[in-house]
């Protein structure tokens, strides 16, 4: 079991500097942009199109990361308000709850990505980009949500800290937990 949430948090990790990289990636084709636009009068045909991928990709890419960390938005009103126990059943509920929703939405990109690479469809612009490769890196990012979810769940149900905090979320410390 602690090999199969070591590489949970390992690939999590792994997903979530390849979130930092488009994120790199994003703010330096929207500054080709705007150096585009404010010296030379022309847009960059792909930096709209390849932004909002980027875009999408780094929310799933490193959501994963973000549910061990704890670093996601979260209402803990209610939690804090209850018992324990209660505090432990409800987060064990939330966390099954977010498993089918995750599985409903990878299922979805899935599908989609299935038709796009099926059907050859290409984005509506001049770079005509094969859908199915940013599809692909959502798919991929939903898939390390759901099991990053998991992980979670058995976490809860076993006892172990379902969260890292502080310097337990550095890089080094990962395999040890």
Do not use: K
């Amino acid at each position: 079991m602690d090999r199969f949430l070591n590489t949970v948090d390992r690939s999590s990790r792994l997903l979530e500097g390849l979130a930092v990289l488009l994120l790199f990636g994003f703010c330096g084709l929207m500054l080709a942009e705007v150096v585009a636009r404010g010296f030379f009068g022309q847009s960059l045909a792909y930096s709209w199109e390849f932004s909002a991928f980027a875009m999408a990709s780094v929310f799933l890419l490193a959501s994963g990361r973000a549910i061990r960390t704890a670093t996601h938005v979260r209402v803990s009103l209610i939690l804090e308000a209850v018992p324990l126990r209660m505090r432990l059943a409800l987060d064990i509920l939330a966390n099954g709850i977010a498993l089918i929703i995750v599985a409903l939405i990878g299922f979805a990109l899935f599908n989609a990505l299935s038709t796009s690479f099926d059907r050859g469809l290409v984005s509506p612009t001049i770079v005509s980009t094969p859908l199915y490769v940013p599809q692909a890196v959502l798919v991929l990012g939903a898939l390390q949500l759901w099991f990053d979810f998991l992980a979670r769940l058995i976490r809860l149900l076993t006892g172990r800290e379902p969260t890292l905090s502080g310097a337990d979320a550095a890089p080094e410390e990962v395999a040890d937990v």
